[in-house]
Nanobody, 120 residues
Framework: QLQASGGGLVQTGGSLRLSCAAS????????MGWFRQAPGKERDFIAA???????YYADSVKGRFTISRDNAKNTVYLQMNNLKPEDTAVYYC????????????????WGQGTLVTVSS
């Protein structure tokens, strides 16, 4: 089970830190990802971190967002800086079931989503 939190309303240029707490004792073995979905759009890949800590980012967020994990706390984070109105979306964390890190179909478990709204 995944529980995402940390969303909210922020102005352009602001920052937010999303958290995703996972249950289960094998968290450290799994790749984790963040996706987002804006109204009327598909769910898009944002960032992923594999079990050894390598990270991957969508071009749209590279240099602004940072994914990290704390295996002792079974938690993955998404630090979002320099936010833009186009970052407005529901953000989902997910646990990989295997496959390419940037495809939603590669993820077996999903959190409930947390809304991020960036005002201009």
């Amino acid at each position: 089970q995944l529980q995402a939190s940390g969303g909210g309303l922020v102005q352009t240029g602001g920052s937010l830190r999303l958290s995703c707490a996972a249950s289960g004792r094998t968290f450290s073995r799994y790749n984790m990802g963040w996706f987002r979905q804006a109204p009327g759009k598909e769910r898009d890949f944002i960032a992923a971190i594999n079990w050894i800590g390598s990270t991957y980012y969508a071009d749209s967020v590279k240099g602004r967002f940072t994914i990290s994990r704390d295996n002792a706390k079974n938690t993955v984070y998404l630090q979002m800086n320099n936010l833009k109105p186009e970052d407005t979306a529901v953000y989902y964390c997910a646990q990989s079931g295997g496959g390419s890190y940037n495809y939603p179909a590669s993820y077996a478990y999903w959190g409930q989503g947390t809304l991020v709204t960036v005002s201009s």
